[in-house]
């Protein structure tokens, strides 16, 4: 069965500062990852994604994710966060449309943006 | 803008009852899926719909249940609703292709639905 762990329920960071929000998957088979950000009452925002080639993967608004196998890990990076960052940051495991499976969504980290 | 409209944006039911919500898909999209999140939870995925047909499912009753058009247009329909069916309900387009799979899914904003 596929999961995702995203140990950071929230995270506060001062405007200017880095940012990394930190993504553990299971999968069985060469997983699609991805990285969705929620800003309150809309719907998901796709930020990027990584199925193979290059581990470092960029993405719009600045943020940038790395894929490590040997750690299970996905973390979403950004080097200096502005207000509008502030935002419910969703991690996401499964096919590339979702399949028969659909995505599997860890539980969000909510960050906040300090000024 | 992602082109997905879902209505209504907001809803509130009486345990027990019946509720339709629907999603008008991007054009071109020949897929849609409906996700449920809960407060403070991500989404979880309910179903999909490809061609007019239930193409997989998550780990929901059978109430939960859905249709979608020639259109591409989709609904989901929950029976017998429960207080814990409150949740927001996403609903994602996407345009599958033949050999080469489903590109990437497209959400609306959602329905917010309340039991009481």
């Known amino acids: 069965a596929q999961s995702v762990t995203q140990p950071d329920i929230h995270i506060t960071v001062s405007e200017g500062a880095s940012l990394e929000l930190r993504c553990n998957y299971s999968?069985?088979?060469?997983?699609?990852l991805f990285w969705y950000v929620q800003s309150p009452g809309q719907g998901l925002q796709l930020l990027l994604k990584?199925?193979?080639?290059?581990?470092l993967v960029q993405g719009i608004k600045g943020f940038e994710a790395e894929f490590k196998r040997s750690q299970s890990s996905f973390n979403l990076r950004k080097p200096s966060v502005h207000w509008s960052d502030a935002a419910e940051y969703f991690c996401?495991?499964?096919?590339?449309?979702?399949?028969?499976?659909?995505?599997?969504f860890g539980k969000g980290t909510h960050l906040i943006i300090q000024p | 803008e992602t082109g997905v409209t879902q209505s209504p944006t907001h809803l509130i039911k009486t345990r027990g009852q019946q509720v339709t919500l629907r999603c008008s898909s991007q054009s071109g999209h020949n897929t849609v899926s409906w996700y449920q999140q809960a407060l403070g939870q991500g989404p979880q995925f309910i179903f999909q719909?490809?061609?007019?047909?239930?193409?997989g499912r998550g780990n929901f009753p059978p109430r939960f249940s859905g249709l979608q058009f020639p259109n591409y247009s989709s609904e989901l329909n929950v029976n017998a609703l429960e207080l814990d069916d409150s949740a927001l309900y996403l609903c994602?387009?996407?345009?599958?292709?033949?050999?080469?799979?489903?590109?990437?899914?497209?959400f609306g904003s959602g329905t917010q639905l309340s039991v009481l």
């Open positions: 994602a387009s996407s345009l599958r292709l033949a050999g080469t799979g489903t590109e990437k899914l497209f």
């Open positions: 719909y490809y061609r007019e047909e239930e193409n």
């Open positions: 999968y069985g088979a060469t997983p699609y």
């Open positions: 996401a495991v499964g096919a590339e449309g979702g399949g028969a499976d659909g995505l599997t």
């Open positions: 990584y199925f193979s080639g290059d581990t």
